[in-house]
Nanobody
Framework: QVQLVESGGGLVQPGGSLRLSCAASGIFFGSYAMGWYRQAPGKQRELVASITSGGLTNYGDSVKGRFTISRDNAKNTVYLEMNSLKSDDTAAYYC????????WGQGTQVTVSS
């Protein structure tokens, strides 16, 4: 059974930092491109960041320079380091894995508010 389990979300003040983790099981993690997406209320789900199996990264324009995606294939985990958080970053964040199929996690809520 494939599972992508996100953790690390929560409430943070503007300018603060959080690190999200996504632990994968049931897949050959090293072959998968992994990504983080987010969805705010009333908005479409959007790409935050992605990382290929070879480690190449891509970021949404709104998070470039503030967020960093990384992966640890030994731990079957992908991370999203988020710095200089803004209220506009408030959303549910979803982990995504793509190779021969696409898998999604259940999401973790990030709220940026004073």
């Amino acid at each position: 059974q494939v599972q992508l389990v996100e953790s690390g979300g929560g409430l943070v003040q503007p300018g603060g930092s959080l690190r999200l983790s996504c632990a994968a099981s049931g897949i050959f993690f090293g072959s998968y491109a992994m990504g983080w997406y987010r969805q705010a209320p009333g908005k479409q789900r959007e790409l935050v960041a992605s990382i290929t199996s070879g480690g190449l990264t891509n970021y949404g324009d709104s998070v470039k320079g503030r967020f960093t995606i990384s992966r640890d294939n030994a731990k079957n985990t992908v991370y999203l380091e988020m710095n200089s958080l803004k209220s506009d970053d408030t959303a549910a964040y979803y982990c995504n894995g793509q190779w021969n199929r696409v898998y999604w996690g259940q999401g973790t809520q990030v709220t940026v508010s004073s």
